[in-house]
């Protein structure tokens, strides 16, 4: 078995870019796992509008579309596997992949991402990217003078918040308890902003809609009563998980060092703790969550692969 010159792990924008840096930039041999469609998470927004030059309607599915085809033009290989752990002996990582075989490597770039935590309400899922959001950055503009809701009593939920009562109408807070997990300046701009309400002692019963996409939700409080709030917009922020367990080690450990909410303690050039071993994307600390850095990652984690790569063979 050849060792490859870069294992990329995840063929998301971070994961994607890297391939395509990688392979123009003279390594060879190198290969992208992939558990799925190539494209990663934003391939289920049906509309993106802040990735330069991508002007028009244009869906994350679209966006994404040529970016395979374009590394693979270079020789990236893509390989269709969900890694199970990374690990790594002397010079040499080691990729395990689902189906039991593994696969070596001189260097990493792992880019799997995070995956927001679902609440679990009715109707979440099937409307998710059809009015049910996890990102206002990305898709607050497209409720704008229109009324909205947010799931969630932490930081995430209170800043999205405030920043979509800027773009928004109104806001309705819909939390399940009547207190705040978040900063108290925080929660004092929360209840100076006029066109917020706070639903409090509530959580989401169903979320509802039309062919079009979201029409309202449906809450319940702590007594049973039931309020249909007509928005056409929901965006949930109840925590997020880090997509880290390929980096988990037999004993529990983690390859690299990481914070306490899971991500990946990367320098500004993606280095980790593991020399060879570079971390892209949702999955680092710090990371904006958005398409263009985890492409911008992606790009300088290849760099750091060459030169990684030209110093450990030459
Ligand atoms: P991801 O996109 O999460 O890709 C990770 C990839 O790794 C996935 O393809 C996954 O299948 C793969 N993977 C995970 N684990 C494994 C494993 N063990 N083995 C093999 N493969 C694995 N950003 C914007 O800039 N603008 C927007 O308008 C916008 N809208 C969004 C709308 C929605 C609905 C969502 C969910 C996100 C949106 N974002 C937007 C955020 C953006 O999608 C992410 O910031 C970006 O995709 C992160 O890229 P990434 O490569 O780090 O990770
Ligand atoms: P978080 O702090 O875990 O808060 C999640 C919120 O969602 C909580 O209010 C929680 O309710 C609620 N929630 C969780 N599961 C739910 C469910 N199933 N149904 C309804 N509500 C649910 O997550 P976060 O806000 O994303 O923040 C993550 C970390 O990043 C925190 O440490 C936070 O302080 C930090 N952060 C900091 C800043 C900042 O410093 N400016 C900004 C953003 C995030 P309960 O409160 O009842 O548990």
Known sequence: MSILDCAIIGGGPAGLTAGLYTTRGGLENVTMFEKGMPGGQITNSSEIENYPGATGEIT??????????????????HKMSNVTRVSKSGDVFTIYNEDGSTDQAYSVI??????????????????????????????????????VAVIGGGDTALEEALYLAKICSKVYIIHRRDTFRSAPNTIKRIENTDNIELVLDSTPDEVYGDKMGVTGIRVKNKNGEMR??????VFTFVGNDVNNETL???????????????????DITMKTSVPGLFATGDMR??????????????????????????????
């Not at 579309?65 to 020789?75: A, I, L, M, S, Y």
């Not at 080690?249 to 060092?257: A, R």
């Open 228 to 233: 249909d709030i007509i928005v056409p917009g």
């Open 110 to 147: 792992i880019g799997t991402g995070s995956s927001p935590r679902r609440v679990g309400f009715k109707g979440e899922d099937e409307l998710f990217g059809k009015g049910v959001s996890t990102c206002a950055t990305c898709d607050g503009f497209f409720y704008k003078g229109k009324e």
């Open 248 to 266: 988990k080690q037999d004993d529990g450990s983690f390859l690299c060092e990481m914070n306490d909410q899971g991500q990946v303690i990367v």
């Open 60 to 77: 994350g599915m679209e966006l994404m579309n040529p970016w395979p085809e374009q590394c693979q033009r270079f020789g990236l290989i």
């Open 285 to 314: 600390i710090s990371a904006p969550k958005q398409v263009i850095s985890a492409a911008g990652d992606g790009a300088v984690a290849a760099l750091q692969a060459i030169s990684y790569m030209d110093e450990l063979l030459n």
